[in-house]
């Protein structure tokens, strides 16, 4: 068995937990500051918990020290930190977190210490990346890249149209960080929330999409000279957002308030948490369209693909944490099954390219409910 720490045991840690937990090849270990979560974690099946701060990087190296494979689900504004601690304890990680950094900062490190790191393993980033690597290996060019992704409660909410699976400071970095793209083979840089475009999804209706910095990697890992990634919501929200954000809601500078200093978005954050949280067994719902235009030999081919994803009530399973979580969890089972070896830092459109893991990940994905549809023309 390949003993495993998982790092973070909320809701998206508390699936990779129970997935992992099922499959006999993992002896799992779920590690977190929240008792409650680690309960729910031991209940899930882990075989241990530990409770430990996961921003203390001394007590992540020596928590990897003890385990043969690590995942990480941590917050965004530690992810970084926690991949260079792992790397740096010489063991394989594979990763959800979103951060700002630049993953590729540790590929050196990784390559000395012989250490497989995946990043950005989810749903977008993740399967969405390795969508392209698949298709950037099986053809000779691919001139069109567009991901338009969304987590989204299954009734629409009356004030922001929009809750939260995850933590609202991650979702408001989606909404500061200016949104890189490419189009015509130059990268452009716009506001986030920018063209908002009105899109019908079969099974969910009408709903709005926005340029957000999504691409990350993809931006210096594959070569393709139009590529964008959207963000979907309920219409209405970008605008809320956008009015927000331009109030100065969103900054992280503290302003001085009656003789005391405060972060106007460590402040806005704490008071979203209570009306962007779901409420027990409350539905939400996850889509996702990939469009890819490529070139193989004299035919030009264009592929679509469709991810519609609900919350699974048998087992109490976000739809975001079931969509994020197992493809994280294929991608650690590629790891543990020696599938996937290349040294170094990998986002998933390095591992779409090898012969055999896309069709791996998407076979783990569909075992577990999540399947996608794919039409070409």
């Known amino acids: 068995m390949v003993k495993t720490a998982v790092l973070g045991a909320g809701r998206v840690g508390a699936a990779i937990v129970a997935d992992l937990a099922a499959d006999r090849d993992f002896d799992v270990t779920a590690v977190d500051i929240s008792q409650p979560a680690l309960a729910l974690a031991k209940a899930s099946g882990a075989s241990r918990t530990v409770r430990a701060d996961l921003a203390d990087t001394v007590a992540v190296s020596e928590l990897a020290s003890e385990h043969d494979l690590i995942v990480g689900a941590v917050p965004g504004p530690i992810g970084f930190q926690t991949l260079e601690a792992v790397v740096r304890a010489g063991r394989h990680y594979v990763d959800i977190s979103f951060f700002n950094e630049d993953p590729f900062e540790v590929d050196s490190l990784a390559h000395e210490n012989g250490v497989v790191a995946l990043v950005d393993c989810g749903v977008a980033p993740g399967l969405s990346n390795l969508i392209l690597g698949h298709h950037a290996a099986t053809s000779d060019r691919v001139d069109r890249f567009a991901c338009f992704v969304g987590g989204l409660p299954a009734e629409r909410d009356s004030l922001f149209q929009y809750k939260a699976t995850f933590s609202p400071i991650d979702v408001i970095a989606e909404y500061t960080r200016p949104a890189r793209y490419i189009q015509g083979g130059e990268l452009r840089e716009v506001p986030a929330l920018s063209e908002v475009e009105v899109i019908d999804f079969p099974g969910v209706g009408t709903v709005e999409a926005f340029l957000t910095d999504g691409l990350r990697t993809l931006l210096d890992t594959i070569h393709v000279p139009d590529m964008k990634e959207k963000t979907v919501r ?144």
């Open 234 to 377: 309920y219409p209405g929200h970008a605008e809320q957002m956008r009015l927000l954000r331009e109030m100065g809601l969103f900054d992280s500078e503290a302003v001085e308030v009656g003789g005391v200093h405060v972060s106007p978005l460590e402040l806005t954050a704490k008071l979203l948490f209570p009306l962007w949280r779901f409420e027990p067994g409350e539905p939400d719902l996850t889509v996702m369209r990939v469009e890819v235009d490529a070139l193989t030999g004299d035919t030009n081919q264009s592929y679509r693909y469709d991810l519609l994803d609900r919350y699974d009530p048998t087992t109490d399973t976000a739809s975001m944490a079931r969509t994020t979580g197992y493809t994280c969890t294929a991608l650690t089972r590629l790891v543990a099954r020696g599938l996937y070896t290349q040294p170094g830092v990998s986002p998933p459109e390095l591992v779409g390219r090898e012969v055999g893991c896309f069709d791996f990940v998407i076979a783990d994905l569909k075992a577990r409910g999540v399947s996608l549809t794919v039409s070409s023309v």
